[in-house]
């Protein structure tokens, strides 16, 4: 297997990569204690035309692949867990769907303001009672003359007070169970009875806005359904494949940025007349550090090729999601533990990437969901 990067991609991640360190590393720990979704850095990211990275050219996108728009989330990841999340939100679940199940009418008027990065979008889809169990969804779109009345509420939404446009699923057939579930194009800045009702204080991430919206009595021409009627759950699940491997490379980007903190920190802090990279349980714990990290790039690479060469993907991308985003939760915690006091600090970036790695075991799936769905594809 040849797991050099094609030139090309080296050059994106490269290009993407002097951006962060320039850009967004220095106002990273800012846009978290300001809880402040930094909107000047996605336009630079436009400007960078990789808003629309996997995203062919016709539609304003870069025409690159899955691993090259993993590249760049790594790299945001790297140095802002936040700008990495509304990024990946953006691509994976509000414009890859567009493009792959959308009409021409749509891609044009929906998919190229979202890949020209014009603006960034929203995926709604779990709400208040449903948890892992998101296809259990009160919210419904009920026909009306030659369009639909959409209602309900949608829970955890990322960039949805950002947002020019959001994916909304939602019930069409009650009783057809999976079979009755759609998708809907709102758009959050001209369709009368869309609200932002909550945008949540987190943890971590705050710089990435997580909202709850209520619907009430949306009203939706026909050409709003991206599809068909009842086509909803098999584009989600076709729409997770992909945004797994984008969760698996944030927790990529934000292991490597927790271990690049540990391991300049123990090379030149000294304790008892040594850099206490010397000590063995600091080395041991750096080296496990870097192990973990690779382990995860390598599996979520390994998902990208795949996805890119057309192949079923499931298996592969729930274990890069499942693998990586335990190892950067890991990673995280042993850069804290290696800076000790420091770690706990705002002055110092461990702390950032810890609070921000927990979520990575929790969104697009918990863990225990990418349990679930590895043992259905090992047939368990």
């Given at each position: ?237 076709k729409t997770l494949d992909g945004g797994r491997i984008s969760i698996a490379a944030l927790s990529v980007g934000l292991a490597q940025g927790a271990y690049e903190a540990a391991h300049e920190y123990s090379t030149e802090r000294e304790q008892f007349g040594q850099p206490i990279s010397g000590f063995d349980a600091v080395r041991d714990m750096v080296v496990g550090m870097h192990r973990k990290t690779e382990r995860a790039r390598l599996l979520t690479h390994d998902a990208a090729t795949t996805y890119d060469r057309g192949e079923e ?68």
């Amino acid at each position: 297997m040849d797991l050099r990067l094609p030139d090309e991609h080296r050059m994106i991640r490269d290009t993407v990569r002097d951006f962060c360190e320039e850009e967004i590393e220095p106002i990273a720990q800012e846009i978290e204690d300001e809880h402040r979704y930094p909107e000047e850095v996605f336009d630079q990211l436009a400007g960078l035309d990789v808003m629309g990275v996997p995203i062919a050219e016709d539609y304003g996108g870069l025409g690159g692949d899955q691993l090259m728009y993993a590249l760049v989330t790594e790299e945001l990841g790297r140095v802002s867990g936040s700008v990495g999340l509304s990024y990946a939100a953006h691509v994976s679940l509000a414009s890859k769907p567009i493009e792959l199940f959308g009409t021409e009418e749509q891609k044009e008027r929906w998919l190229k303001p979202l890949a020209e990065g014009e603006y960034v979008g929203g995926w709604a889809l779990t709400e208040p009672e449903s948890g892992s169990d998101a296809s259990n969804m009160s919210t419904t779109a009920e026909r009306e003359g030659d369009g639909y009345v959409l209602n309900g509420t949608k829970q955890f939404i990322t960039n949805a007070s950002e947002a020019g446009s959001i994916l909304v699923k939602a019930v069409t057939e009650p009783e057809a169970g999976y079979d009755g579930i759609s998708t809907f194009i709102v758009d959050p800045r001209e369709d009368d009875g869309f609200e932002v009702t909550t945008i949540w204080e987190k943890m971590g991430l705050n710089a990435s806005p997580t909202c709850e919206i209520r619907f009430d009595d949306v009203h939706l021409p026909e050409e709003r359904l991206l599809g068909n009627e009842g086509e909803g759950w098999e584009q989600t699940k076709k729409t997770l494949d992909g945004g797994r491997i984008s969760i698996a490379a944030l927790s990529v980007g934000l292991a490597q940025g927790a271990y690049e903190a540990a391991h300049e920190y123990s090379t030149e802090r000294e304790q008892f007349g040594q850099p206490i990279s010397g000590f063995d349980a600091v080395r041991d714990m750096v080296v496990g550090m870097h192990r973990k990290t690779e382990r995860a790039r390598l599996l979520t690479h390994d998902a990208a090729t795949t996805y890119d060469r057309g192949e079923e993907v499931t298996r592969k991308s729930a274990l890069a999601k499942l693998d990586a985003s335990e190892a950067c939760r890991e990673v995280a915690e042993d850069a804290v533990q290696v800076l000790g006091g420091y770690g706990y600090t705002t002055d110092f970036a461990p702390q950032r990437f810890y609070r921000d790695a927990k979520l990575m075991e929790i969104g697009e799936g918990t863990s225990e969901i990418q349990h679930l769905v590895i043992g259905r594809e090992i047939g368990l």
